[in-house]
């Protein structure tokens, strides 16, 4: 028996590689992988839950499979990920289209649960979101030239607006033995550029080895053949070190592009939201990190309209960003996550929240032009990760683009996916630079 399934996939790096898991436990399995929903045995959408909008898509992809279901194209549906696990009690009642749930605990469950479906059972799945990382091979779907590396799970930063900890568990690390040992299979296949990711980076180690250990996995990665750029995803500002700075601005292979989520400037916000350090030791730390990493980009992600944000805290947080300079800027509407300490807290209204992320990026929008100016003329590796049919050109990222919130570089030339192409930047006009294949 021809056993068919979609996937659809939702939110974060961090939930693919639960997909890419799932994806190669069904092939084990027997299970074949189609294109689109209809026609196919089963469906599985693997959630997102952290914030509304999430939670909204998540909600619009499960009733658009349970109406292919009602039609008779469609055969079970399976729902996992953050979703289920934030909503576990309540969800097969809420959404009884539904034939299977699994939790953040259990996406080693998904063969149990496509079998159970197919059997004509309901199933649920729920395991310890606390235990130590499950160790699944996955089939990498980013490629060919780039993949992420996750080296933790869970986070124990219980930021007053997040939900994460709440939802994914307690911060867990992966072996540095078994993170070395799939960079190594990753670059095999043909991986040059491995995006190290985990809510939290800069913690990795210390609830395995009781140090931080990052610099050190990062020594391990640039020893790998094959493996041209390092990029870290996400570094918490006050976990920062000497033993890391140096490694980051002496490892050839480490892309000198930082992403560190500050949330906001004020020391009254950052207290109330619990966040670790104060407005003037970010403002400290990106000088040292500019002095001491040449040619750096930085990337952060801030919250508009947090609970304590008046105009005069909302004026300090401009003034740093004209000051800064932060080459890359993501800016989201406060979202009162339910269950969170800042769910209580009076704040302003979505409308005024969203004015004011609107106000944030039109701050950034010149920064950002200006840095995008800087390239042309000069000439830089790109990864290749696409070709445009419509432009009839190549598609690819600079050091400086993280996939799918960053630039693009588009250009000519003989190069192929997945390839590593010199390329001379003739123009850059809206995030995006033009260019030549050297």
């Known amino acids: 028996m021809n056993k068919t399934f979609a996937l659809i996939s939702l939110g974060c790096a961090k939930n693919l590689v639960n997909?890419?898991?799932?994806?190669?436990?069904?092939?084990?399995?027997?299970?074949?992988?189609?294109?689109?929903?209809?026609?196919?045995?089963?469906?599985?959408?693997?959630?997102?839950?952290?914030?509304?909008?999430?939670?909204?898509?998540?909600?619009?992809?499960?009733?658009?499979?349970?109406?292919?279901?009602?039609?008779?194209?469609?055969?079970?549906?399976?729902?996992c990920g953050c979703l289920s696990e934030r909503y576990q009690g309540s969800i097969l009642q809420e959404l009884p289209e539904i034939d299977a749930v699994l939790g953040v605990g259990s996406f080693g469950d998904i063969v149990k649960a496509a079998d159970a479906v197919l059997a004509g059972r309901q199933a649920s799945f729920f395991g310890d979101r606390n235990a130590p990382v499950e160790e699944i091979s996955r089939v990498v779907s980013t490629g060919p030239g780039w993949a992420y590396l996750r080296i933790a799970e869970g986070c124990d930063n219980f930021c007053a607006f997040c939900a994460i900890p709440y939802i994914r568990g307690r911060y867990r690390s992966r072996s540095m033995k078994n993170v070395v040992e799939e960079a190594r299979d990753l670059a095999a296949h043909g991986?040059?550029?491995?995006?190290?990711?985990?809510?939290?980076?800069?913690?990795?180690?210390?609830?395995?080895?009781?140090?931080?250990?990052?610099?050190?996995?990062?020594?391990?990665l640039g020893k790998i053949e094959g493996i041209q750029w390092i990029r870290l995803h996400?570094?918490?500002?006050?976990?920062?070190?000497?033993?890391?700075?140096?490694?980051?601005?002496?490892?050839?292979?480490?892309?000198?592009?930082?992403?560190?989520?500050?949330?906001?400037?004020?020391?009254?916000?950052?207290?109330r939201m619990n966040r670790k350090g104060t407005g003037d030791e970010i403002r400290a730390l990106f000088k040292t990190l500019r002095e001491r990493i040449p040619g750096l980009v930085l990337r952060t992600s801030l919250i508009a309209g947090l609970p304590g944000e008046g105009e005069a805290e909302f004026e300090e947080l401009c003034a740093f960003l004209r000051e800064a300079r932060i080459e890359r800027v993501g800016v989201f509407p406060f979202s009162p996550e339910e269950g969170t300490p800042a769910a209580k807290m009076s704040h302003v209204d979505e409308e005024e929240a969203q004015r004011?992320?609107?106000?944030?990026?039109?701050?950034?929008?010149?920064?950002?032009?200006?840095?995008?100016q800087s390239f042309v003329g000069k000439t830089i590796p790109v990864l290749v990760t696409d070709y445009d049919e419509e432009e009839q050109c190549w598609i690819g990222r600079s050091y400086a683009d993280s996939p799918d919130i960053d630039g693009e570089v588009h250009f000519d030339g003989a190069s192929r996916e997945g390839d590593m192409a010199l390329v001379r930047i003739t123009a850059a006009e809206d995030g995006i630079l033009y260019g030549e294949e050297a």
């Open 19 to 79: 997909s890419e898991q799932m994806l190669y436990l069904l092939d084990e399995a027997g299970y074949t992988l189609t294109p689109e929903p209809e026609g196919a045995d089963l469906a599985i959408v693997n959630t997102c839950g952290f914030i509304d909008a999430a939670k909204s898509e998540a909600i619009d992809n499960i009733l658009e499979m349970a109406e292919l279901k009602k039609q008779g194209k469609l055969g079970g549906l399976i729902v």
């Open 191 to 220: 991986v040059k550029e491995l995006i190290v990711i985990a809510q939290d980076i800069t913690r990795y180690g210390t609830d395995l080895y009781g140090r931080r250990c990052l610099a050190e996995l990062c020594r391990e």
């Open 234 to 271: 996400y570094l918490y500002p006050d976990q920062f070190d000497d033993e890391l700075i140096d490694e980051i601005a002496q490892n050839d292979k480490i892309v000198k592009y930082l992403d560190i989520p500050i949330q906001h400037i004020n020391n009254i916000i950052l207290k």
């Open 356 to 372: 004011r992320a609107d106000l944030i990026l039109e701050l950034q929008a010149p920064i950002m032009d200006a840095f995008c």
